[in-house]
């Protein structure tokens, strides 16, 4: 059995496919693509395969994260390949490898978004408002209940730029199997703190890290 | 672009991607190559219609047509026809994403009554004009539609050009060519409907008209135009032979029968006499297990399904059901897929074949038993015995089922309250079958679900001259098999008899239902076969307001020598056939299948060879 690591793509409409619907359409391109996939073993055999990393409907990503195992050895390239001809539109593998890290070693994740405003001059002082708050507090759904999380301890503003009416944000944000905050945990906050009306587009994962600024591979 | 203005508000509703096309198989083109360009709408909801075998069919056939483009649309949710009412988004078909109103053909599949308002909004939705007379003279937006329920289109007639009377695969392609021929010709919708009605299994509404007599019954029917005074239905000849896709579109979302589907058998030899599709899609007609086969294999490989459906009338009556299974095992198995088989008549329901089943999936088991004493299933011609029913189950326990789940039907011909009381007699006397059982499973109990449905006569069947009953007797025999159930073992479900009413309505009526459907839906009807959205008392005031009474179709007998709506419609099957059944059927006397003896319904005649 050798594992493997597959990194891809989810642009255009393919970033309307739920996370639910992502796992079920994995399923079939894998059968569609005809490659040795290792089944589980148990009462009830099912091909192996898991995601680093669940995805916000409507984000889109170039960093998709995708750990399956094949029955045989099979050219890295050769596996992307047949996995292309056979995936969605929007949905593309960048790169296939042998797996190296846990996915217990993902710390955070990286992300950009636009900010959209008629007031965008407003909306960039307020957002450099925001961040300079000492903490920014937000309610997040979780599996208990609503729970006020303090989002700004984490949160790295990698740029944040006024550019043509457009605030381009990126950033990163705690992810992985202990913290996970989404990025519209700080548009929401956003909106609570500004009276100026905004839209938030194009958000796009555009990274997944370990601890010191490592690549998670 | 339109696709910006959807795109805004994809993430305010429930399953986006259902809105916005791009999955795997779906088929696209440059439209500046295409001279025909094709809509095919289910009128019901994108998960619902994405199950529709019928649609996958055409689909593809269309598209293998290098210049002709078929794509799909469906009816959008409320919360999206909200969204799409708000911002002016038209419909539209989702491989272009371009507005459904610009195409050459808006086809609707017409698979049941209560889908019926559900065209109109999307009509509406589209920006095409309801009302067939009020759309515009150039050959353009030709609303045709086919599917079972154009065997009665006249409730319909009003809003569309053209209906398709039978199967599509050819005459679809046909209607094509000829549009494609005319258009270039520069000819108008008239000159285009005048040539279509020539074509068999075409029936162009505007070239009809109804006459009706003092009590209401048809007087008599005109033709104009030089329109054909019957139109017959069409027919695929060799089913080998007929094109089948040898991909399907692949939704993201979960639909209905989300699976492969594979077509076995076209047609029913059974004539059980409430059944519609078991009359009009007469003559039985079988693919061969090798074809059966391969296209199971292309499909599973080209979709990357791992579950496949075979899907009949009566899959066990395929005259190489052994050979066909073992060979469909064989490949399942090795390819890790799984099988599921529907319609299992339970009188041929063998060990043997049970046995193949059960190695693939253990699934519930559902019988149609349709009757609840031996008198009420021989007159309805189910020709299934207390015996056999036990038989089956004794085979289903014996191999480690729990679950049987019975399907009735209420309100039949002749049913009386020894019927009703019947059920729930054949519900106990399978639980006591299962205790009696010494090797029975262990550590659970048995369930025995009872689902019962209204009946509702149908066109082209021999119940077609008969009332349903009134709401008040339909609800009082619910309440009897409530009380007549003694035990927590049978659950009993049934159907709300309101729904079953207007059902019975649009089946069985005629053009003067038109305005009625128009009027409901303007009072907000759509969705009706969705409970949560059935507006019943909006219905009923739509007929007050159109001064139709609804009893007039449901609650009345249809005489033999009466011209039903539907007599210029020829779907083969004989109407003196019809008579002769229905007389049968008060005597409480079968009619053998057609496999044991012809009973002279008249297709073969027609077609002009045996059926086997």
Known sequence: MIRLRAEFEKKGRAKYISHLDLNRCMLRTFRRSRLPIWYTEGFNPHPYYAFALALSLGFESSCEILDFNLNEEIPFDEVRDRLNAVMPEGMRIVRVWEQKLKITAIQEAEYSFSLVSENSDGLFSDVKKLLSQENILIDKKTKKGIRTVDIKPNMKIISCENNNGKINVLMRLPAGTQTNFNPNLFIEALRNSTEINFTAENISRTGIFCENNVKFE | ?612
């Open chain 2, 1 to 612: 672009m339109l696709k910006e203005k959807i795109e805004k508000h994809l993430l305010e509703i429930q399953k986006p991607s259902r809105y916005i096309g791009g999955e795997v198989g779906s088929i696209t083109k440059d439209k500046s190559k295409i001279d025909v360009r094709f809509a095919f709408c289910f009128p019901d909801t994108y998960d619902i219609g994405m199950s529709h075998l019928g649609m996958k069919i055409l689909y593809s056939l269309t598209n293998e047509r290098e210049n002709y483009w078929c794509e799909r649309c469906f009816a959008p949710s409320p919360d999206f026809e909200e969204i799409m009412r708000e911002n002016d988004i038209p419909l539209y078909a989702l491989e272009s994403l371009d507005p459904i109103k610009d195409f050459d053909f808006i086809g609707f599949t017409m698979q049941y009554e209560l889908s019926y308002t559900n065209v109109l909004n999307m009509l509406d939705l589209a920006g095409i004009p309801i009302f067939a007379k009020d759309r515009t003279d150039k050959l353009t937006q030709i609303v045709d539609a086919g599917g079972p329920c154009v065997c009665n289109p006249e409730p319909l007639a009003d809003f569309f050009d053209i209906f398709i009377l039978g199967e599509g695969e050819e005459v679809n392609l046909e209607l094509m060519d000829l549009y494609n021929k005319m258009k270039k010709e520069g000819a108008s919708r008239l000159d285009f409907l005048r040539k279509a009605c020539q074509i068999e299994g075409v029936y162009v509404p505007r070239f009809y008209e109804f006459v009706y007599k003092a009590d209401g019954t048809v007087d008599h029917v005109e033709t104009r135009e030089n329109a054909p005074k019957v139109v017959r239905k069409r027919i695929i000849k060799d089913l080998d032979k007929v094109y089948y896709p040898k991909n399907f579109v692949v939704p993201f979302t979960e639909i209905v029968h989300d699976r492969v589907s594979v077509e076995v058998l076209r047609g029913c030899i059974r004539g059980c006499r409430f059944c519609q599709a078991g009359f009009i899609y007469r003559p039985f007609r079988e693919k061969s297990s090798d074809v059966i086969c391969a296209e199971t294999k292309a499909l599973c490989e080209n979709t990357g399904y791992d579950e496949v459906s075979l899907a009949s009338l009566s899959t066990s009556d395929h005259s190489d059901i052994d050979n066909m299974l073992t060979q469909l095992i064989d490949y399942t198995e090795k390819e890790r897929v799984n099988l599921s088989l529907p319609s299992l008549r339970v009188d041929n329901f063998s060990e043997s074949l049970l046995e193949k089943i059960k190695k693939v999936r253990k699934s519930g088991l559902t019988f149609a038993a349709e009757g609840g004493t031996q008198r009420l299933r021989d007159v309805i011609n189910k020709n299934v015995t207390e015996e056999e029913i036990m038989n089956t189950c004794r085979i289903a326990f014996e191999g480690g089922y729990s679950a049987v789940k019975l399907y009735f039907m209420m309100g039949l011909p002749t049913e009386t309250d020894e019927d009703i009381v019947g059920i729930a007699e054949l519900a106990q006397r399978i639980i006591d079958l299962f205790y009696s059982i010494e090797n029975r499973p262990k550590g659970k109990g048995v369930q025995v679900s009872v689902s019962c449905a209204t009946f509702v006569p149908k066109p082209f069947t021999p119940f077609q001259f008969e009332p349903q009953d009134t709401r008040e007797e339909i609800e009082r025999k619910q309440k009897l098999l409530i009380d007549s159930v003694k035990t927590k073992k049978v659950k009993v479900s049934y159907h709300d008899p309101n729904v079953s009413m207007l059902e019975v309505i649009l089946a069985k009526g005629d053009r003067r239902l038109c305005p009625v459907i128009y009027t409901a839906w303007k009072k907000g009807c759509k969705f009706d076969s969705w409970g949560e959205h059935y507006r019943f008392d909006k219905w009923v005031e739509a007929f007050e307001d159109c001064g139709v009474d609804p009893k007039f179709y449901a609650n009345r007998r249809f005489e033999y020598d009466e011209i039903l709506p539907w007599e210029h419609l020829d779907y083969l099957v004989s109407k003196e056939f019809f008579i002769r059944e229905n007389k049968t059927a008060h005597k409480a006397v079968t009619t053998p299948h057609c496999r044991l003896r012809c009973s002279g319904c008249g297709v073969n005649k027609k077609v002009g060879r045996d059926c086997f």
